[in-house]
């Protein structure tokens, strides 16, 4: 018997940012720029986060039998493949929310016009291509800010989940763009401002300057330690790690499990460009990453209530 049938009133959401191969260049200092190059174009860029990367979750959430999220990035519709891949996502029952329109790691920093024209392209270009209301954003970065939270409202998103209340991640991010920035090859991420990393671990409805109301879906975190419920701690724990954590996982009330494109990649078997290996769990093979990433998805069906965010977020007075 599910979770769902059983009554259990734990929840939980699974949900995967489609960030491309670009994206990573960016973090890591390689593309030297927090948005897109001036020559930039979607259609000429590497599409296998979406072409390899998701359909892999496609299949892991069939087996499942779960339905998720997926984050995209508007601009990467404009390659032919990514569209087909949407349009696969769509038939299989999951949602897509926005992601922005180019991922850049400074949208919370941008002028108003322009971080406005980013969720707005962003929003009209998925509504077209799913023909579906696009409710719920995620940031770059996961950065909020006072005004990107009004412009997510503004544009007609009713949800967000950004935030990352984890003390660790955030920490190590911080660290890892002082180090970028000393080697002189500074990252395109920002860091999070200090109340964030302790903030709230469930929902809760975030209500802005304005007097507007957004309903906030933080990303999850175990209670107490607050050990991120990510893919990629997950992965790089390994079955040992799944093994001693699930059984927190199951008594976790609000679990927001967020992976990635690349969670499902293998640097050597997809021969990715070698430049990627400082993505740590890229050189995990895929074999060992996919059993570990499938078991605890399955685990989390059997202790919790799995809808997608849009869905949570319609029954929000039960979060
Ligand atoms: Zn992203």
């Known amino acids: 018997?599910?979770?769902?049938?059983?009554?259990?009133?734990?929840?939980?959401?699974?949900?995967?940012?489609?960030?491309?191969?670009?994206?990573?260049?960016?973090?890591?200092?390689?593309?030297?720029?927090?948005?897109?190059?001036?020559?930039?174009?979607?259609?000429?860029?590497?599409?296998?986060?979406?072409?390899?990367?998701?359909?892999?979750?496609?299949?892991?959430?069939?087996?499942?039998?779960?339905?998720?999220?997926?984050?995209?990035?508007?601009?990467?519709?404009?390659?032919?493949?990514?569209?087909?891949?949407?349009?696969?996502?769509?038939?299989?029952?999951?949602?897509?929310?926005?992601?922005?329109?180019?991922?850049?790691?400074?949208?919370?920093?941008?002028?108003?016009?322009?971080?406005?024209?980013?969720?707005?392209?962003?929003?009209?270009?998925?509504?077209?291509?799913?023909?579906?209301?696009?409710?719920?954003?995620?940031?770059?970065?996961?950065?909020?800010?006072?005004?990107?939270?009004?412009?997510i409202v503004e544009v007609g998103h009713s949800w967000d989940s950004s935030r990352f209340p984890c003390p660790a991640y955030q920490a190590a991010k911080t660290g890892m763009i002082g180090v970028y920035a000393a080697k002189g090859h500074p990252s395109g991420s920002l860091p999070e401002s200090p109340e964030v990393w302790v903030g709230p671990r469930k929902p809760y409805v975030d209500r802005l300057e304005s007097g507007r109301a957004l309903l906030e879906l933080p990303i999850g975190v175990l209670p107490g330690v607050r050990w991120p419920l990510i893919g990629t701690s997950v992965l790089l724990g390994g079955e040992l790690g799944r093994m001693a954590l699930q059984p927190l996982v199951a008594q976790t009330d609000w679990v927001n499990f967020e992976c990635h494109a690349l969670d499902l990649m293998d640097l050597e078997a997809d021969q990715l460009p070698a430049r990627l290996a400082k993505q740590p769990d890229l050189k995990l093979p895929l074999k060992r990453k996919w059993p570990v990433l499938l078991k605890f998805v399955e685990g989390l069906r059997r202790s919790h209530q799995v809808l997608t965010l849009g869905e949570w977020a319609e029954q929000a007075d039960r979060l």
């Open 1 to 151: 018997m599910s979770a769902a049938e059983s009554g259990m009133t734990r929840r939980a959401a699974v949900n995967v940012d489609v960030d491309g191969l670009y994206l990573y260049d960016r973090v890591h200092g390689f593309a030297g720029t927090a948005g897109n190059p001036t020559d930039f174009l979607a259609a000429d860029h590497d599409p296998r986060a979406w072409t390899v990367g998701v359909p892999r979750f496609l299949d892991l959430f069939h087996r499942a039998d779960v339905r998720a999220t997926f984050f995209a990035v508007a601009q990467d519709l404009d390659h032919p493949e990514v569209r087909a891949v949407v349009a696969d996502v769509l038939a299989a029952g999951h949602e897509i929310a926005s992601h922005s329109y180019s991922h850049p790691y400074d949208l919370s920093r941008l002028p108003p016009g322009r971080m406005h024209d980013e969720l707005q392209q962003a929003r009209d270009r998925l509504q077209q291509a799913t023909g579906q209301a696009i409710s719920g954003f995620r940031a770059p970065g996961y950065v909020l800010s006072p005004a990107l939270r009004e412009a």
